[in-house]
């Protein structure tokens, strides 16, 4: 068997494990995930560098652009996106996860603190990071390829959070082509995805603890 043969079994098997994890929703699937990515770095003697850790040549800049990137995705989402869904299916995002966060000091730092960690570092380490380089292996670089493996990473993304119901999947998955595009304009750079997931969440949570949960602008 050619060396490349074998480790594109191995780099299949790796995609079923994880396809796995998230579809059975094993303990929490981004943990599981990136289990999966230990055991692939090992195997391969990668550094946690290849799954697209790069310095910028300005973090101020990079952060600012992730910033603007993360307020727009929450006007589009909100104003966009939300309210079409909400009448074409008769439903609105399950917001019940975060029922005690309005007015609650305490909930949002808690989920402040787990926006930036299990959410943006952990979940764009293994959906943007991890997933997308194992499925760029299996593809390829071509566009085609790159177009699958956005396409791919992004429905699964999709489907880990399926607890905000069907809608939230749908915005999930939106959410996940953007920063999926927003890494690849940045050279494949998984801090800029990083930051502005984080960004995203903070901005969502912030308005949540004020305002309360807003379904959609119209």
């Not at 995002?93 to 005690?100: R, T, V, W």
């Not at 071509?142 to 399926?162: E, P």
């Amino acid at each position: 068997m050619k060396r490349e043969t074998l480790w594109k079994i191995i780099t299949l098997i790796e995609l079923c494990t994880a396809v796995t994890a998230i579809l059975l929703d094993l303990f929490i699937p981004t943990l599981v995930i990136l289990g999966i990515m230990i055991v692939s770095l090992l195997i391969r003697r990668e550094h946690i560098a290849a799954m697209g850790f790069k310095r910028p040549q300005s973090w101020l800049r990079m952060a600012g652009l992730a910033f603007v990137g993360a307020f727009f995705l929450q006007l589009f989402d909100a104003g966009v996106v939300m309210p079409i869904l909400n009448r074409l299916t008769g439903k609105t995002i399950d917001y019940s996860g975060f029922a005690s966060l309005q007015g609650n000091l305490g909930q949002l730092i808690l989920f402040l603190v787990l926006a930036w960690t299990l959410a943006a570092l952990c979940e764009e380490l293994a959906f943007r990071g991890y997933l997308q380089k194992r499925l760029d292996d299996l593809f390829g670089t071509s566009l085609t390829g790159v177009l699958l493996s956005v396409a791919i990473s992004s429905l699964l993304f999709g489907l880990i959070h399926t607890e905000q119901g069907l809608i939230g999947v749908v915005v999930t998955i939106i959410d996940a082509l953007f920063y999926s595009w927003l890494k690849r304009k940045f050279d494949n750079n998984l801090w800029v995805s990083i930051m502005a997931h984080g960004f995203y969440n903070s901005l969502g949570m912030i308005i949540f603890y004020f305002t309360g949960p807003i379904y959609g602008l119209w």
